[in-house]
């Protein structure tokens, strides 16, 4: 039997522990860390370990925004999360990009886990502010953004504007609860990934066929959706609502459907492994199948990794 995925969620700055706090919540089974120069932000957090970082040179408050402080302060202490989190096969790094601790933390810590660790999958997410925001944050995020994709496996960027016009009249704590849940999903999908059931004649998938996709590859997608049918929800996934993405020619792709074993027909196997590799050129695609009685419709995750997105070119750029 195959060992069990360790996975560790590293929440870093304000929009990292509250992603944590929700992610805890839920009872997601992945390891928490919370990290923050700020130790009244901390203390609050829902998370299995707390690292307060930069004492000296914020006084346990925030870095005021300022990218150099997050980053001296997270070179003091990276060692500590390289450490904790040596056994596990997977690592993931949520923090909104723009202020101090997010954007100077960030790099240094995936770099640090490079760095020790070459081989362990670092996936990112990433929130980019509103543009309105001042350009010290904008700047920030740009300087940050550039880096992370570039040193983590796999990126995942929301950005706040494209949150904005889709929920504009919503208040914005209830907002990134939305992109929390999208996180919680993309979690739940990689680790969904364990005791897939195969389908006969496809190329099948478990972790292995995932990580050599997601290996240095750039942006990605992680998308789960529910539909009355296999074909609807797998449509529905490949949309990213809150970044723009274009799966043609990308790395490689992962689709597995969860349902009863009657919701699964031969035709949807057909149709969607024809729009991945005629329709989108994608040459390395994996599928699985995972029995379940407890949904009432059944339910496609998709990853994509190595796509490309006009959003993060413009943003990158201007």
Known sequence: MAAELKIYVVGIGGR???????????????????????????????????????????????????????????????????????????????????????????TVLVESIKERFPEKLVISFVTIPFKTESGNRINNAKMALSTIIDISDVTVVHFNDLLKEKYPSLPLVRAYRILDNKIEESLRAILGLQNIKPIPGVVNVDFNSFKAIAMRSGLGLINVKEAASVLSAFKEALKEEFCDIDVTGC????????????????????????????????????????????????????????????????????
Not at 60 to 69: F, H, L, P, W
Not at 263 to 271: E, G, K, N, P
Not at 293 to 304: S, Y
Request: hydrophobic content about 40%; aromatic content about 6%; overall charge neutral.
């Open 16 to 106: 990292g522990l509250n992603a944590l706090t929700a992610i805890k919540r839920r009872g997601i089974p992945v390891k928490t860390i919370g990290i923050d120069t700020d130790s009244s932000a901390l203390s609050v957090a829902k998370c299995d370990e707390k690292l307060l970082i930069g004492e000296d040179l914020t006084k346990g408050r925030s870095t005021a925004g300022v990218m150099e402080i997050g980053r001296k302060a997270m070179e003091a202490l990276a060692y500590k999360i390289v450490e904790k989190v040596a056994d596990g096969e997977v690592v993931v790094l949520i923090s909104g990009l723009g202020g101090g601790a997010g954007s100077g933390g960030h």
């Open 251 to 318: 790395k490689g792709a992962v689709v597995y459907i969860e349902g009863s074993e009657t919701a699964l027909q031969t035709s949807d196997i057909y149709d969607i492994s024809g729009t991945l590799t005629s329709t989108y050129g994608i040459q390395v695609v994996y599928f699985g199948f995972k029995p379940s009685w407890e949904l009432t419709q059944p339910k496609v995750a998709f990853i994509a990794t190595g796509v490309k997105s006009e959003s993060v070119r413009k943003f990158l750029e201007e």
